[in-house]
Each structure stands twice: as C-alpha cells, then as structure tokens.
C-alpha cells in the first residue's frame, strides 16, 4: 500500500465512522487532544512503571513505548466515541458534524504517524502529502479547535421555553 493510501485511510475513517454511527466529532476531537496531553504528561511515567515489569517478562512480551503512547492516545477517544453513538440527530446537525469529523481525522493522522512502527511510519513521513498536512499543523489544529468550540456551542439547549415557545412563568 502506498504511504498516501495509508495516510488517506489513517484520516478518512475516522470521519466515515463518526458520520454512520452519528458520533458527536467535536466531543471526540477534545477527547484526541486529552489523549495528546496524556501521551506527554503521563506516557513517561507509565513507561517507567512498564519497565518495572519488563525485566520479569521474556523479551519482546512487554509493550514498547509507542505502544503505551498509542494507548493513551486513543483510550479516551475509543471510549467517548462508544458513549457518543446515535447522539447526533437531525440532518443538519449530521452535515455539521462533517467539519470536526474531518478535524478529528487529521489531527489524528498527524498524532498517530509518528507512534507507527519505524518502517510504516518513516515511508509515510517521506510522503509529499505527509510535507504538506506537517506545513497546515497549524491550521488544521487551530481551525478544527474553533470548528469543534462552534459546534458545541451551537448544540447547547434552549433554555427558558417550554414546547410552545412561551417563556417559563
């Protein structure tokens, strides 16, 4: 498989996942950066406490530590996105949910590349494409962070009415 291919499936599932389920992207796109603040702030010391066990387990047995930042990467968005099924309703709200959905899949192809195994990750990090996602980092985080903020501050209930469009007495 070509490293564009791989690059391409890397981000486009995500999306087409969050689109069937109706999974909401925006919460899942916070849970990806939660994860990416796991990785740098908690990855080191599990790694400490992984290589504890390490010296009793054959070798090869134990996870190496992209395996541990994999984990925690993906431990908070794999269980916001199985709380979030079916909570995206109505078809406006669906086409909404496209712009985060994108967001979560780019911001996590560019998180994911570099914890891939050394041959896998290094073709795709040689990749033209892989160049030009490296020079929108900015973009696709700053934009996907606004995006998310608008959709969740877009979804929030309507308060003070009740079904008829009367205020509260």
């Known amino acids: ?25 925006a919460l899942v796109f916070l849970s990806l950066c939660l ?3 796991l990785v740098q702030f908690v990855a080191p010391d599990a790694n400490s406490f992984m290589d504890l066990f390490s010296a009793k387990l054959p070798a090869g047995a134990g996870g190496g ?12 968005v794999v269980l916001t996105a199985i709380f979030m099924i079916r909570t995206v309703h109505g078809t406006g709200r669906l086409t909404l949910n496209i712009l985060p959905a994108v967001g979560v899949g780019l911001l996590g192809g560019l998180l994911i590349v ?10 795709i990090t040689g990749s033209a494409l892989w160049d030009q996602m490296q020079r929108a980092q900015d973009l696709i ?22 079904k008829h469009g009367k205020g509260k007495h």
């Open 65 to 76: 530590s992209d395996t541990i930042k994999l984990t925690l990467l993906f431990f908070p």
């Open 1 to 25: 498989m070509t490293p564009e291919v791989t690059l391409g499936l890397l981000v486009l599932v995500p999306v087409i996942l969050m689109m069937i389920l109706r999974i909401n992207a």
């Open 114 to 123: 570099p914890l891939l195994p050394p041959g896998l990750s290094h073709n």
């Open 35 to 37: 994860g990416n603040v």
């Open 141 to 162: 985080v700053g934009a996907s962070a606004l995006l998310c903020l608008l959709v969740l501050w877009l979804q929030r209930p309507k308060t003070g009415h009740d």
